[in-house]
């Protein structure tokens, strides 16, 4: 947790080490990785013992402890009422909030026992696909939790970030917030609110009720989580919306909500990080990068996207100064023709138990997955006297394999694109744009 927005940190890929598997794991941009918690934890729980060296040290490190707030559990919204509620000035320094309850279907009698996903067991309540809307009729504990959100809306006036419990993958297991506490922050905030990760049904009248008082935000992770059949009470469609200093966005569809039908009435002038997260549907393309790629520098394309008789986009018209590209190998893998300041190119999904049976016998299956994946190097490093600036490739599921101690090559090394890499003088690195292989080792020629 940071008291800045989070992009453009959050918004890239890293390798983390799960703390429950002890193995590594890839944190998507856009997503909030299942170890963030424990680090928020650690975190805490080392300023809370600096506090106890001294006076002065606890003064130094007091402002620290409250900067970012993160909340799972009701009893700890209340401790922190009966603690803190009344220290204005502490609760001024907090900029960061993220209210993460787990939702519970269950007529509770006290806050006690309200169910908790994280510590031993977090994933014992699972992500649903839809979102709940908040309850008209609440047992005894659910009143309580809503008066503790009206406490926790009048305490915080300076935040910059606030988070509802979003995950980034299209599904929901947080509680629904109360009618109009998102509309309650946003005033209390005035436009000091830079950064909004949401997780909403893509008809939240109060979402886009809200959008005249977020002119200042930067950042934007949407996630939209509805019911199959649900009804439209507004159709986001129909709704322009205007976010002129926008410039990180991450948005997450659900199977009946396509990204593209959203996203091509919005102005955003300002965009320059672009992640487009299509779970386990398939969505067009192309009408988005006509609104928003002029000024792209970073794309990021997680899922299957439609594409008029499979062509190669030519992104260096629809994306002209575009630098950075993520990409997922699957059967309808986007291929790019990138502009000439094109500088790196980020793969996903490579690895794949039956592709790696195949390569341990030196020869590939012919798949539609890896043949894409195949096409799209082809005119990266066949053209690359047009690319002078691309440099770099990143293959997360290779960097995933070195780092886990393993020195196979990537599942694509008997074909001819290692030497056409190498002849292009193109880099294979990890984090920080670290050489992870040398390919004057690996390619012989």
């Known amino acids: 947790m940071i008291s800045e927005p989070l992009a453009p940190e959050f918004l890239q890929t890293t390798i983390i080490q799960s703390q429950q598997y002890k193995h590594y794991i890839p944190h998507l941009p856009g997503q909030h990785n299942t170890e963030s918690h424990f680090h928020y934890i650690e975190h805490m729980m080392v300023l809370t013992k600096l506090r106890l060296v001294s006076k002065d040290m606890k003064e130094l490190v ?10 799972v559990h009701p009893v700890q919204i209340r401790r922190f009422l009966k603690y803190w509620g009344d220290e204005s000035d502490i609760c ?10 787990v939702s519970s279907s269950q007529d509770i009698t006290s806050l006690k026992h309200w169910p908790s996903g994280f510590g031993t067991v977090p994933y014992r309540y699972p992500y649903m696909r839809y979102y709940e809307s908040y309850p008209e009729r609440m047992c005894a504990a659910k009143q309580k939790l809503h008066q503790l959100y009206l406490c926790l809306c009048n305490l915080f006036s300076n935040l910059i970030c606030f988070d509802n419990g979003y995950s980034g993958i299209g599904e929901v297991r947080a509680s629904p917030l109360p009618t109009n506490f998102l509309q309650d922050i946003v005033e209390k905030t005035g436009q000091r609110l830079q950064t909004l990760h949401l997780t909403l049904p893509p008809n939240d009248e109060g979402f886009y009720n809200l959008i005249p008082a977020l002119s200042r935000l930067r950042e934007l992770c949407f996630s939209f989580a509805s019911r199959p059949n649900f009804g439209d009470a507004r159709q986001p469609s129909d709704t322009n919306i205007h976010l002129p200093c926008l410039q990180w966005l991450s948005m997450t ?14 102005q955003l002038p300002m965009l320059e990080h672009l992640i487009l997260n299509l779970s386990d549907h398939s969505d067009v393309l192309l009408p988005v990068l006509e609104v928003h790629g002029q000024k792209l520098y970073y794309l990021g394309l997680f899922g299957s996207f439609i594409i008029p008789n499979n062509d190669t986009i030519q992104i260096k018209t629809l994306c002209p100064i575009l630098a950075i590209c993520e990409i997922t190998a699957n059967k309808q893998t986007v291929i790019l023709e990138p502009p000439s300041c094109f500088q790196m190119l980020i793969i996903h999904g490579l690895e794949d138990g039956d592709l790696r049976k195949f390569s341990q016998y030196g020869r590939l299956p012919s798949t539609t997955k890896l043949a894409r994946f195949q096409t799209q190097l082809k005119v990266l490093y066949d053209g690359h006297r047009s690319y002078p600036n691309f440099r770099y490739i990143r293959d997360i599921d290779w960097e ?7 020195v196979e090559l990537p599942i694509w090394r008997t074909l001819d694109d290692l030497r056409g890499v190498k002849k292009a003088k193109i880099q294979i690195v990890g984090q920080n744009y670290k050489p992870i292989v040398s390919l004057h080792a690996l390619v012989k020629d």
């Open 253 to 266: 569809g659900s199977r009946t909500m396509l990204l593209s039908r959203i996203l091509c009435k919005w």
């Open 62 to 71: 007091t402002p620290y402890l409250f900067i970012d707030l993160w909340f």
């Open 92 to 101: 001024l320094l907090t900029k960061c909030l993220r209210v993460d309850l």
């Open 400 to 406: 995933i394999q070195i780092r886990s101690g393993h």
